[in-house]
Protein backbone atom coordinates (compact mmCIF):
# COMPACT_ATOMS: atom_id res chain seq x y z
CA UNK A 1 0.00 0.00 0.00
CA UNK A 2 1.39 3.27 -1.23
CA UNK A 3 0.63 5.81 1.12
CA UNK A 4 -0.65 5.13 5.17
CA UNK A 5 -3.28 7.96 6.92
CA UNK A 6 -0.90 8.79 9.81
CA UNK A 7 -3.87 11.74 10.34
CA UNK A 8 -7.49 11.41 9.38
CA UNK A 9 -8.71 14.94 9.33
CA UNK A 10 -6.91 17.21 6.60
CA UNK A 11 -9.42 20.58 6.80
CA UNK A 12 -8.98 20.48 2.80
CA UNK A 13 -12.72 19.46 2.62
CA UNK A 14 -14.19 22.37 4.63
CA UNK A 15 -14.77 24.42 1.36
CA UNK A 16 -17.20 21.69 0.19
CA UNK A 17 -14.69 20.15 -2.01
CA UNK A 18 -12.87 16.29 -2.19
CA UNK A 19 -9.70 15.06 -3.45
CA UNK A 20 -9.71 12.15 -5.77
CA UNK A 21 -7.28 9.36 -5.86
CA UNK A 22 -5.24 11.12 -9.26
CA UNK A 23 -4.92 14.47 -6.82
CA UNK A 24 -7.51 16.59 -8.61
CA UNK A 25 -10.10 18.41 -6.30
CA UNK A 26 -14.03 17.73 -7.65
CA UNK A 27 -17.44 19.27 -5.43
CA UNK A 28 -18.29 16.76 -3.01
CA UNK A 29 -21.92 16.75 -4.52
CA UNK A 30 -20.49 16.12 -7.97
CA UNK A 31 -22.21 13.61 -10.18
CA UNK A 32 -19.12 11.38 -9.35
CA UNK A 33 -18.55 11.43 -6.03
CA UNK A 34 -22.38 10.91 -5.61
CA UNK A 35 -21.52 7.80 -7.56
CA UNK A 36 -18.67 6.78 -5.14
CA UNK A 37 -21.30 7.89 -1.93
CA UNK A 38 -23.58 4.98 -3.65
CA UNK A 39 -21.06 2.36 -4.07
CA UNK A 40 -19.67 3.03 -0.48
CA UNK A 41 -23.29 2.39 0.98
CA UNK A 42 -23.93 -0.38 -0.66
CA UNK A 43 -20.34 -1.83 0.29
CA UNK A 44 -20.79 -0.54 4.36
CA UNK A 45 -24.46 -2.24 3.70
CA UNK A 46 -23.85 -5.69 2.68
CA UNK A 47 -20.79 -5.74 5.46
CA UNK A 48 -24.13 -5.26 7.74
CA UNK A 49 -26.03 -8.04 6.10
CA UNK A 50 -23.06 -10.45 6.55
CA UNK A 51 -23.12 -9.92 10.24
CA UNK A 52 -26.34 -10.74 10.05
CA UNK A 53 -25.52 -14.34 8.85
CA UNK A 54 -24.81 -17.39 10.54
CA UNK A 55 -20.58 -17.48 10.44
CA UNK A 56 -20.57 -20.54 8.09
CA UNK A 57 -23.13 -19.77 5.92
CA UNK A 58 -21.94 -19.83 1.90
CA UNK A 59 -23.24 -16.31 1.13
CA UNK A 60 -20.95 -14.70 3.59
CA UNK A 61 -18.03 -15.59 1.70
CA UNK A 62 -19.37 -14.58 -1.77
CA UNK A 63 -20.52 -11.33 -0.34
CA UNK A 64 -16.84 -10.66 1.05
CA UNK A 65 -15.98 -11.53 -2.42
CA UNK A 66 -17.63 -9.01 -3.90
CA UNK A 67 -16.82 -6.19 -1.24
CA UNK A 68 -13.85 -6.27 -2.53
CA UNK A 69 -15.12 -6.02 -6.09
CA UNK A 70 -16.66 -2.77 -4.86
CA UNK A 71 -14.07 -1.24 -3.45
CA UNK A 72 -12.57 -1.71 -6.87
CA UNK A 73 -15.81 -0.01 -8.37
CA UNK A 74 -15.17 2.78 -5.57
CA UNK A 75 -11.55 2.91 -6.73
CA UNK A 76 -11.87 2.91 -10.04
CA UNK A 77 -14.21 5.65 -10.06
CA UNK A 78 -11.84 8.05 -7.74
CA UNK A 79 -9.20 8.03 -10.56
CA UNK A 80 -11.22 9.11 -14.16
CA UNK A 81 -9.90 6.97 -16.61
CA UNK A 82 -8.60 3.64 -14.47
CA UNK A 83 -10.74 0.63 -14.96
CA UNK A 84 -10.85 -2.50 -12.89
CA UNK A 85 -13.87 -3.76 -12.83
CA UNK A 86 -13.61 -6.71 -15.54
CA UNK A 87 -16.11 -8.40 -17.65
CA UNK A 88 -15.12 -11.33 -15.35
CA UNK A 89 -16.70 -9.97 -12.75
CA UNK A 90 -20.11 -9.68 -14.00
CA UNK A 91 -19.99 -13.17 -15.56
CA UNK A 92 -19.15 -14.43 -12.14
CA UNK A 93 -21.99 -12.57 -10.46
CA UNK A 94 -24.19 -14.37 -13.23
CA UNK A 95 -22.64 -17.09 -12.44
CA UNK A 96 -23.79 -16.97 -8.56
CA UNK A 97 -26.91 -15.64 -8.98
CA UNK A 98 -28.02 -18.89 -11.58
CA UNK A 99 -26.62 -20.90 -8.67
CA UNK A 100 -28.73 -19.02 -6.23
CA UNK A 101 -31.86 -19.06 -8.10
CA UNK A 102 -31.90 -22.52 -9.23
CA UNK A 103 -33.22 -23.94 -5.95
CA UNK A 104 -35.99 -21.21 -5.62
CA UNK A 105 -39.78 -21.49 -6.20
CA UNK A 106 -40.22 -19.63 -9.26
CA UNK A 107 -41.98 -16.25 -8.48
CA UNK A 108 -45.26 -15.72 -8.57
CA UNK A 109 -45.83 -12.52 -7.01
CA UNK A 110 -44.14 -9.36 -5.69
CA UNK A 111 -41.87 -9.79 -2.40
CA UNK A 112 -42.23 -7.40 0.29
CA UNK A 113 -38.73 -6.42 1.52
CA UNK A 114 -38.83 -8.74 5.10
CA UNK A 115 -39.12 -12.20 6.13
CA UNK A 116 -36.18 -11.63 8.29
CA UNK A 117 -33.76 -9.01 9.77
CA UNK A 118 -31.10 -10.42 6.93
CA UNK A 119 -33.51 -10.84 4.38
CA UNK A 120 -34.44 -7.33 5.20
CA UNK A 121 -31.25 -6.11 5.47
CA UNK A 122 -30.37 -7.97 2.07
CA UNK A 123 -33.15 -5.90 0.40
CA UNK A 124 -32.12 -2.52 1.78
CA UNK A 125 -28.50 -3.37 0.12
CA UNK A 126 -30.61 -4.10 -3.07
CA UNK A 127 -31.95 -0.73 -3.06
CA UNK A 128 -28.90 0.96 -2.16
CA UNK A 129 -26.97 -0.85 -5.27
CA UNK A 130 -29.94 0.34 -7.42
CA UNK A 131 -29.39 4.00 -6.30
CA UNK A 132 -25.48 3.63 -7.27
CA UNK A 133 -26.51 2.26 -10.67
CA UNK A 134 -28.58 5.41 -11.24
CA UNK A 135 -26.00 7.74 -10.19
CA UNK A 136 -23.56 5.77 -12.64
CA UNK A 137 -26.11 6.39 -15.56
CA UNK A 138 -26.35 10.32 -14.13
CA UNK A 139 -22.08 10.17 -14.03
CA UNK A 140 -22.11 8.93 -17.67
CA UNK A 141 -23.75 11.46 -19.41
CA UNK A 142 -21.73 14.11 -18.75
CA UNK A 143 -18.05 11.57 -18.01
CA UNK A 144 -16.75 9.09 -19.41
CA UNK A 145 -17.19 5.98 -17.16
CA UNK A 146 -15.97 1.99 -17.53
CA UNK A 147 -19.59 0.14 -18.78
CA UNK A 148 -18.22 -2.95 -17.55
CA UNK A 149 -18.85 -1.32 -13.69
CA UNK A 150 -22.24 -0.72 -14.55
CA UNK A 151 -23.07 -4.02 -15.68
CA UNK A 152 -21.25 -4.83 -12.56
CA UNK A 153 -23.84 -2.89 -10.51
CA UNK A 154 -26.80 -3.90 -12.62
CA UNK A 155 -25.73 -7.27 -11.90
CA UNK A 156 -25.13 -6.76 -8.37
CA UNK A 157 -28.61 -6.00 -7.82
CA UNK A 158 -29.79 -8.98 -9.25
CA UNK A 159 -27.55 -10.96 -7.48
CA UNK A 160 -29.00 -8.93 -4.56
CA UNK A 161 -32.91 -9.69 -4.63
CA UNK A 162 -32.23 -13.73 -5.46
CA UNK A 163 -29.62 -13.52 -2.22
CA UNK A 164 -32.61 -11.73 -0.40
CA UNK A 165 -34.75 -14.40 -1.48
CA UNK A 166 -32.62 -17.09 -0.12
CA UNK A 167 -31.85 -15.55 3.18
CA UNK A 168 -35.59 -15.05 3.99
CA UNK A 169 -35.91 -19.14 3.87
CA UNK A 170 -33.20 -19.65 6.45
CA UNK A 171 -34.40 -21.69 9.59
CA UNK A 172 -37.13 -22.68 7.93
CA UNK A 173 -38.51 -18.76 7.42
CA UNK A 174 -40.59 -17.35 4.43
CA UNK A 175 -40.63 -14.45 2.07
CA UNK A 176 -43.54 -12.10 2.52
CA UNK A 177 -45.45 -11.82 -0.68
CA UNK A 178 -47.09 -8.29 -1.63
CA UNK A 179 -51.50 -8.88 -1.89
CA UNK A 180 -53.31 -6.47 -3.92
CA UNK A 181 -55.18 -4.48 -1.82
CA UNK A 182 -58.85 -4.71 -2.55
CA UNK A 183 -60.96 -0.47 -2.98
CA UNK A 184 -62.44 0.23 0.46
Not at 47 to 53: D, K, Q, S, V, Y
Request: proline share 5%; glycine share 8%.
Amino acid sequence: MGHRLSKIYTRTGDDGTTGLSDGSRIEKDAPRMQAIGAVDETNSIIGMLIAELPDDHELADMLTVIQHDLFDLGGELSIPGVMMVTTERVTWLEQQTDRLNEPLPPLKNFILPGGSRAASVCHLARTVCRRAERDLVTLGRSEKVNPVGQRFVNRLSDLLFVSARTIARLNGGQEVLWQQRKPA
